[in-house]
């Protein structure tokens, strides 16, 4: 009997997927910074264009422009928290995407020393790389047909790089 839930690893290589997120996590750092100091930059021309225009301390125009700049660093502070946790959800999912094949490309490598040569690899249906698992299928069911239908051809294939043939 299956359970009722599917038990979902999602740091399948950790080294890579830590890796990933925080590159992205710094990106999303430092862009949210350059917008930081654009709108920054604004609200000083704007304040420069007060004094440009001879407002006196105390305007109302300045009012104004404190008020949105207070407004703006709270709203700007909600809007950074919430794509920094978008931006490192999304790179958790992307990076299992990515992740995911090459572990089960791993895994099913080492497990063939042990086990049959000739059974196919599948990916999950939305893994990156599914081309790697088709090629990798249609070079297993060459050899297959090699196997069976001219064995002294797969047996010159598989010779080492020395001259040693595979016994």
Do not use: C, W
Not at 9 to 27: E, H
Not at 109 to 126: D, G, P, Q
Not at 152 to 159: C, D, P, S, V
């Amino acid at each position: 009997m299956k359970p009722s839930y599917k038990r979902r690893i999602y740091l399948i290589n950790k080294d890579f997927q830590i890796k990933f997120i925080v590159y992205t996590l710094l990106l999303s750092i430092v862009t949210i910074a350059i917008f930081y100091g654009m709108v920054y930059f604004f609200f000083e021309e704007s304040i420069t264009l007060g004094v440009n225009a001879g407002f006196p301390a105390g305007h109302v125009y300045y009012k104004f422009i404190e008020d949105s700049r207070a407004d703006m660093n709270t709203y700007f502070i909600i809007a950074s928290i919430v794509v920094f946790i978008v931006i490192f959800v999304s790179g958790l999912f992307f990076s299992h995407r990515i992740a995911g094949p090459i572990y089960r490309m791993n895994m099913y490598l080492r497990s063939i020393a042990t086990e049959n040569l000739a059974t196919t690899i599948n990916f999950r249906k939305m893994d990156f790389f599914q081309e790697l698992a088709i090629s990798y299928n249609k070079r297993i069911l060459f050899l297959r047909k090699l196997a069976t239908e001219k064995p002294e051809k797969l047996i010159e294939l598989l010779k080492f790089k020395k001259g040693e043939k595979v016994e």
